[in-house]
């Protein structure tokens, strides 16, 4: 879990901006399996995001029906389809399931707590938790788990701190939002909108 990608992989790559996308590490390092337990992590996972999905769309929706049309809908996407497609170690999936266990949680250290996991296995989930807070408002399940959502960016901010001081880690910004990679993306940015709802 502690690998320095830094020191293996030129700065602009995807592999050296992977420090701090832990989570899975861990969980496949805490079998004793370590790498050979990364799938069955990855697949556990993927069932954990689905029952999450559907209890999460059964409180969004108060129906059942409705509630598995939404989930199998979603379950269509990008979202239920990434665990297949993900042997390069980017664990979409993972996050997602994090994310969705967010949802479905309804304690406010729990929710806090998943979406931290969701920033240690992709930290792009953390642009997903103003969604989060809002399901939570939209759901009524009051302020403390739209506040526990909002808690956990500083919450894992300062872990990242700790973990990178303690670890002697850090993680390199070289090539992200650049104008050589976001001016030529401009043009195909609706498309990329589109197609991220297969």
């Not at 690998?3 to 701090?20: G, L, V, W």
């Not at 406010?108 to 707590?113: K, Q, T």
């Amino acid at each position: 879990p502690w690998f320095d990608y830094t020191r293996a992989f030129p700065a602009e790559s995807n592999q050296a901006k992977r420090n701090f996308r832990i989570t899975v590490p861990i969980l496949a390092h805490a079998t004793g399996f370590e790498i050979d337990a990364v799938p069955v992590v990855r697949f556990t996972l993927q069932a954990l995001l689905i029952v999450c999905l559907l209890l999460a769309a059964e409180r969004a929706c108060g129906d059942r029906v409705a509630a598995l049309a939404a989930a199998l809908a979603v379950a269509g996407t990008y979202v239920g389809t990434s665990v297949w497609m993900d042997d390069w170690g980017w664990f979409d999936n993972c996050a997602q399931a994090f994310m969705l266990l967010a949802l479905a949680l309804r304690r406010p250290f729990w929710v806090c707590a998943a979406v931290v996991a969701a920033a240690f296995t992709d930290e792009r989930a953390l642009i997903a938790v103003p969604l989060i807070a809002l399901f939570h408002a939209w759901t009524g399940d009051g302020r403390r788990l739209v506040w526990a959502a909002v808690v956990a960016i500083p919450s894992y901010l300062l872990a990242r701190v700790l973990i990178g001081v303690a670890f002697r880690i850090a993680t390199t910004s070289a090539g992200i939002a650049t104008a050589s990679m976001i001016l030529p993306n401009l043009r195909v940015s609706m498309l990329g909108a589109w197609s991220s709802l297969e």
